[in-house]
Nanobody, 126 residues
């Protein structure tokens, strides 16, 4: 299993921005599809965004399109989620995910048998 470490969560007001980072410790994930998921209190974990082979291989859930941007500044070990214009409904624990077998498109649906990080919590509140 790939070891993934997220950072960047915190408490912000509505309309603010946050940048989440995920680093694969000791692994080269350049051939993996990477994704971000989130889980709000009392709800199931849900897909947020995924990044596969390149800029054309990126997918977002509908509610974050135009506000969130996923990128891989270092394709070997880093994936970033830039979140702008945050809303209270974005409050959740955000998880990084790496999958060697599935494509970025396929990560929009389970099942999931890859590697998960521990999560970083984002609170959007006034």
């Amino acid at each position: 299993q790939v070891q993934l470490e997220e950072s960047g969560g915190g408490l912000v007001q509505p309309g603010a921005s946050l940048r989440l980072s995920c680093v694969a410790r000791g692994w080269d994930v350049s051939t993996y599809a990477m994704a971000w998921f989130r889980q709000a209190p009392g709800k199931e974990r849900e897909f947020v965004a995924s990044f596969g082979r390149g800029p054309q291989d990126i997918f977002y859930r509908e509610s974050v399109k135009g506000r969130f941007t996923i990128s891989r500044p270092d394709v070997k070990n880093t994936v970033v989620l830039q979140m702008n214009d945050l809303k209270t409904e974005d409050t959740a624990d955000y998880f990084c995910y790496a999958d060697r077998a599935k494509t970025a498109w396929a990560l929009q649906r389970g099942p999931y048998s890859g590697s998960w990080g521990q999560g970083t919590y984002v609170t959007v509140s006034s």
